[in-house]
């Protein structure tokens, strides 16, 4: 298995672009998030899904958006790119019978918004 | 919503047990309490998860007070490459919205 898988590594952006955040999990985990860390701090939850059709919003969710129309997949979309969104990006998922309690995280993505 | 404080750093040297407490004083009923460790330019690690008591895996022991308002990971005989950032997370009962919030973390440096 793969595990979490995530693209880009990198990017950079100029203000006002938009772009999507790929994340992809292939061992069939129902629950999937998507987290920023800014340099030097803690994660901070932007949305989840509990499942294929059902997402919900985290702690800052504002700027993003996301869908998920399978099991595997989880996009994150940024609109309008701001320097505030300049930060490190994590998808993670979670088995649903170990709700979010372990969840295994990608390598995350690298992004700068300039 | 169940918000953790842990030190922001601690030293230790090879060999050492290290213990590493956080506060989570607005615990509910259902939340868990949950560990990882992040190198950096990683995702996080799970390390281990409890309720109450204590719990143990080939990795770390974690032990939660009755009151559950506190925890303890206990990594034992630390190496260099136990140098990381380490994360407690309360998380809310599999009923429940989810609002993850992680800490901090507190960034653990072991010397030679």
């Known amino acids: 298995n793969a595990g979490v898988t995530q693209t880009p590594k990198f990017r950079i952006l100029k203000i006002g672009q938009s772009m999507t955040l790929q994340c992809t999990q292939d061992m069939n985990h129902n629950y999937m998030y998507w987290y920023r860390q800014d340099p030097g701090m803690g994660l901070k939850l932007i949305y989840y899904?509990?499942?294929?059709?059902?997402?919900d919003k985290g702690e800052v969710p504002n700027g993003y958006n996301v869908s998920r129309s399978t099991t595997e997949d989880f996009p994150l979309r940024l609109e309008l790119a701001a320097p505030s969104q300049t930060s490190v990006y994590f998808c993670?998922?979670?088995?649903?019978?170990?709700?979010?309690?372990?969840?295994?995280f990608g390598p995350g993505t690298r992004l700068t918004v300039l | 919503l169940a918000k953790t404080t842990q030190p922001i750093s601690m030293d230790s040297y090879e060999g050492q047990e290290v213990n590493i407490t956080c506060s989570h004083n607005n615990i509910a009923t259902n939340d868990y309490i949950t560990w990882y460790q992040q190198f950096p330019s990683q995702g996080p690690r799970f390390i281990i998860q409890g309720y109450k008591t204590k719990v143990t895996n080939e990795v770390a022991s974690l032990f939660i007070p009755a009151d559950r308002k506190s925890s303890t990971l206990s990594l034992p005989r630390v190496s260099l490459s136990d140098t990381a950032v380490y994360y407690c997370?309360?998380?809310?009962?599999?009923?429940?919205?989810?609002?993850?919030?992680f800490g901090s973390g507190t960034r653990l440096l072991v010397r030679p």
């Open positions: 997370l309360v998380v809310k009962g599999l009923d429940s919205s989810y609002k993850l919030i």
């Open positions: 993670a998922s979670s088995p649903r019978d170990r709700g979010a309690n372990e969840q295994f």
């Open positions: 899904s509990v499942g294929a059709g059902i997402t």
